[in-house]
């Protein structure tokens, strides 16, 4: 059985720091690209940061500079540093497992929110 677990999310002030965590389980995990994507109300779920096997990182334009993204294979983890937050980057955000073209899968979410 496949789990993704995500936490770390919460409320933070603008300009504040939040780091969130994905732990997947019943995958190889070092075959899986592994990213974050966020859903605010009313929108799509949108790409924020995905890392590939090799680890090669992609961003969305809206977070470059601000947040990273990183893996660790001996752990099955997939990390996501939020640093610089804004109201906007308020959502609820999913890791998700890829292996291109074969499968997909998806965490529960964890809910952020930036606000004073």
């Known amino acids: 059985q496949v789990q993704l677990v995500e936490s770390g999310g919460g409320l933070v002030q603008p300009g504040g720091s939040l780091r969130l965590s994905c732990v997947a389980s019943?995958?190889?995990?070092?075959?899986?690209?592994m990213g974050w994507y966020r859903q605010a109300p009313g929108k799509q779920r949108v790409m924020v940061a995905t890392?590939?096997?090799?680890?090669?990182?992609n961003y969305a334009d809206s977070v470059k500079g601000r947040f990273t993204i990183s893996r660790d294979n001996a752990v099955n983890m997939v990390y996501l540093q939020m640093n610089s937050l804004k109201p906007r980057d308020t959502a609820v955000y999913y890791c998700?497992?890829?292996?291109?073209?074969?499968?997909?899968?998806w965490g529960q979410g964890t809910q952020v929110t930036v606000s004073s």
């Open positions: 998700n497992a890829n292996l291109p073209a074969m499968i997909t899968y």
């Open positions: 019943g995958i190889i995990f070092g075959r899986y690209a």
């Open positions: 890392i590939t096997q090799s680890g090669s990182k």
